[in-house]
C-alpha cells in the first residue's frame, strides 16, 4: 500500500476537531481538510448530552467535508477520560514448523493471545500494545518477523474502556454519517507526532493536557509501556480563576489566554489588567502576580498527581528523554518550566511538525491528537496489510468488516 487518504476525529472537552490527511510513507502529511467545532455537551472526554455532543460532531465533519471536497465515509476517533484503565499480559504461541522463520501472522497469533485476559465483562479492549517480544528465552526482541524459533512470547500493555462510555461516543460520531473506524488513546496518537526515535529508545512520557484530562504515555525501549488518564485539565485552571477573582468562566478562560502564567516570578508585578467581578459596579485591577499564583498552584497539583503516577508505574528512573508536554493548556506560559521542576525532568512542548495542505488552522500542541490520529491510521493500515491472514493489535473481525462494507454500500444508494 502506497498511501492513502484517512480522516480523524478527536473528540475533546472543550473543542471537537476532524481532520482529513494524505498519508505516503517517508513523505510530509498533507492536510487536505479541518473542522473544528466547539465541544458541547462532553466533559472529561465523555459524552453528557448525547443531542449536543452529536451535534459537536456533525458541525466539525461537515466544515471538514466543506474544506475537503471530500466525503468522510469512515474516521479514526480518539478516546480519552477517567474510564481508562490498562494492565500487562504476556502471549504465548508455539512455532509449528522449526523450518521456517516467524513471520507475520506468527505475531499477530501471540498478539491474539494476548488479549486473552480478565476484565470486567462491561469494558472493552482498545490497544494490546506489544512491549518486547521473547524467542525461545531471548527477551527484549523488537521485532521477531524473520527470526527462527519454536516459542514465540509477548509482554503487551492492554488498554480497555467502558463499552456504555465508548457506544455513546459511537452513537455521536454515527449521528454525522461516520463510521469508527477504531478508538485511539490520545495520548498514543499524539507520540506519533511529538516523539523522536530516540526519545521513545531511550525512555519518555508524552503528557497530553487537555480541557478536562491529563492523559499519559511512558515509551521505554521504542513502545508504550504504561498509560494513565488523570481527571485534571486546563478547565480547572479556569475554574480556579473564576472562583479565585469571582468571575464567569467564560471570562475567566479569556483572562487566563491573555494574561496567565505558571510562574509568579517570570511576571512583572507591577503590571495590572482590568476586569469586573460579580457584585463590582466597575472594573477593578488585577495584578498578574496574582493571577500566576492561582494558576502555579493548580499547574503544581496537577504535576505532582503525574509524578506520583509515574512512581506507581515503576518506571520513573528509565526516563532519561523526560518529558514532552502537548494538549492545549500546554501553550500555557511557564508550564514547561514547572513540569521540569515538579518531575525533575527535561521538558518540552510539543506540536505537529513536517506538515503541508491547509496547516494553518492546526498548530500548536493542542492539535497534536488530531494530527496523530492519521499518522496512526496510516501505520495501522500498513501493517493489517502486510498481514494478510490475521490482523494486528486489535483488528476488527470478519463479521465487523462485512457488516462495516454493507453500510457503506448502504450509503452509497440513493
Request: aromatic content about 4%; hydrophobic content about 40%; overall charge negative.
Amino acid at each position: 500500500m502506497k498511501g492513502g487518504v484517512f480522516a480523524s476525529i478527536d473528540v475533546g472537552t472543550t473543542k471537537v476537531c476532524t481532520v482529513v490527511g494524505e498519508v505516503f510513507p517517508d513523505q510530509p502529511l498533507r492536510i487536505l481538510g479541518v473542522g473544528i467545532a466547539a465541544a458541547n455537551g462532553l466533559s472529561r472526554g465523555m459524552v453528557e448530552n448525547l443531542r449536543d455532543a452529536s451535534e459537536s460532531v456533525r458541525t466539525s465533519v461537515e466544515q471538514a467535508e466543506r474544506s475537503s471536497g471530500t466525503r468522510i465515509l469512515s474516521a479514526h476517533v480518539g478516546v480519552a477520560g477517567p474510564h481508562i484503565s490498562c494492565q500487562n499480559n504476556r502471549g504465548i504461541v508455539a512455532i509449528p514448523d522449526r523450518e521456517r522463520p516467524i513471520s507475520p501472522d506468527d505475531v499477530a497469533r501471540v498478539l491474539d493471545g494476548a488479549r486473552i485476559v480478565s476484565i470486567p465483562t462491561n469494558r472493552e479492549i482498545i490497544h494490546v500494545e506489544p512491549r518486547y517480544f521473547i524467542v525461545d528465552g531471548q527477551d527484549h526482541v523488537s521485532d521477531p518477523v524473520g527470526m527462527y524459533g519454536q516459542r514465540l512470547d509477548v509482554e503487551t500493555h492492554i488498554i480497555s474502556g467502558l463499552s456504555t462510555v465508548l457506544q455513546n461516543e459511537t452513537k455521536c460520531v454515527e449521528s454525522a454519517g461516520v463510521q469508527v473506524e477504531s478508538y485511539v488513546l490520545n495520548p498514543l496518537a499524539s507520540a506519533e507526532v511529538v516523539l523522536t526515535d530516540t526519545e521513545r529508545e531511550m525512555g519518555c512520557v508524552v503528557c497530553d493536557i487537555g480541557g478536562g484530562t491529563t492523559d499519559l504515555a511512558i515509551y521505554i525501549e521504542g513502545n508504550v509501556w504504561h498509560t494513565m488518564v488523570l481527571s485534571v485539565g486546563g478547565n480547572h485552571i479556569t475554574s480556579d480563576i473564576a472562583h479565585g477573582l469571582r468571575l464567569p468562566a467564560d471570562l475567566a478562560e479569556k483572562i487566563k489566554i491573555d494574561h496567565g502564567s505558571a510562574r509568579p516570578k517570570d511576571v512583572d508585578a507591577s503590571e495590572y489588567f482590568s476586569v469586573k467581578p460579580f457584585g463590582e459596579e466597575k472594573p477593578v485591577q488585577v495584578s498578574k502576580s496574582d493571577l500566576a499564583m492561582i494558576i502555579q498552584a493548580r499547574v503544581e497539583e496537577t504535576f505532582n498527581l503525574v509524578l506520583q503516577e509515574i512512581k506507581r508505574s515503576g518506571y520513573d528512573g528509565l526516563l532519561p528523554a523526560g518529558i514532552v508536554l502537548t494538549g492545549g493548556t500546554a501553550l500555557l506560559p511557564g508550564i514547561r518550566l514547572v513540569a521540569s521542576e515538579v518531575l525533575n525532568l527535561s521538558a518540552r512542548v510539543a506540536e505537529p511538525t513536517d506538515l503541508r495542505g491547509l496547516v494553518d488552522t492546526i498548530r500548536g500542541p493542542q492539535f497534536a491528537t488530531s494530527v496523530g490520529l492519521l499518522k496512526w491510521a496510516a501505520r495501522e493500515t500498513l501493517a493489517a496489510a502486510r498481514t494478510p491472514t490475521r490482523g494486528r493489535k486489535g483488528r476488527k473481525t470478519l463479521d465487523d468488516n462485512i457488516s462495516r462494507m454493507s453500510d457503506w454500500f448502504k450509503r452509497l444508494l440513493p
